[in-house]
């Protein structure tokens, strides 16, 4: 791999049809979604894998969402041996044999977008999907088929409160989830939520430059703003610190092999060095 990394990117959809009120992929992309054909998948993957690497990370949006394409992706990845990650809905936790299909072809790490632990706030999105009191048990299910769990976090929604942020820690280290991301509800431009938000007359930065989902740019309902950012990186620091890492580590599934534990790993130190320079892991 030398200078490029372990891990090498492919793009086999792009779009997701969710309506979540606050993603701009949704806005960009009108709620659409597009798959490429599988055979040109596959040639980006022989390509990448010529360049000395046969990690790969599918850049998708959401990965998991044409269940008939899925299958047909994972079977034709299986012969390939590769290692692969991506993000995807927790959908997948309620279908065994995609995530066995998924294993199989290679997969080792998926990315969930849990947004919060608190029900009111996922459904003020509009993600009533997601459902804050099955997390643990189809966390759970993912990690028994050998996939380790990255999740992505949102703090400042509608129904949060300075509790959010304790009840957010204990879940991610309750259930031992690897990689953590966390961010600060952003109303990016051209969201309902941002539309939504100006029409309250409740955005008080509008600098692009400070949308970086580690910055409040909004006045939050359940908190003051400077209550939000502080609770912001106290709850990162927690989940950064040496001992919350090697506690988080054990959610790798045990059979995951040396090189994506060690990425892992290090996967963590970098975020917890993000965190105390005050940059929002994930982002940069």
């Known amino acids: 791999p030398g200078e490029k990394g372990l891990w090498r ?17 949704q806005s960009f992309f009108e709620r659409g979604y597009r798959k490429r ?13 010529a360049t000395g690497s046969r990690y790969i990370t599918f850049i998708d949006d959401n990965i998991g969402v044409d269940w008939k394409f899925f299958a047909e992706l994972m079977e034709a990845l299986v012969p390939e041996r590769i290692v692969w990650a991506s993000q995807c809905t927790l959908h997948i936790a309620d279908k065994p044999d995609m995530l066995q299909l998924a294993r199989r072809s290679g997969c080792r790490i998926l990315s969930f977008g849990l947004e919060s632990v608190n029900p009111t706030s996922v459904n003020a999105v509009r993600k009533t999907f997601n459902e804050p009191a099955r997390f643990a048990q189809l966390i759970g299910r993912v990690r028994e088929h050998g996939i380790a769990v990255s999740t992505e976090i949102i703090v400042g929604m509608e129904g949060d409160t300075e509790a959010t942020f304790e009840h957010t820690y204990r879940f991610l280290m309750d259930n031992r989830v690897p990689l953590p991301r966390l961010y600060i509800l952003t109303p990016v431009p051209g969201t309902p939520m941002y539309r939504q938000f100006e029409e309250q007359g409740r955005i008080f930065d509008r600098d692009v430059g400070m949308y970086n989902g580690g910055t409040c740019v909004f006045h939050p309902t359940g908190m ?35 090189a994506v534990r060690a990425f892992i790993f290090a996967t963590n130190l970098h975020y917890r060095g993000h965190v105390h320079r005050r940059i929002t892991p994930g982002i940069v």
Do not use: H, N
């Not at 054909?37 to 894998?49: C, G």
């Not at 703003?225 to 580590?249: C, D, F, N, P, V």
């Open 9 to 25: 990117p492919v793009q086999g959809t792009r779009g997701c049809p969710f309506p979540c009120e606050f993603c701009s992929i």
């Open 224 to 258: 003051d703003a400077e209550m939000l950012q502080a609770g912001y990186w106290k709850l990162y620091e927690s989940l950064y610190t040496y001992g919350a890492i090697a506690r988080r580590m054990r959610g790798v599934p045990r059979d995951t092999e040396l």
């Open 37 to 49: 054909p599988i055979e040109r998948i596959l040639a980006d993957v022989r390509s990448a894998k």
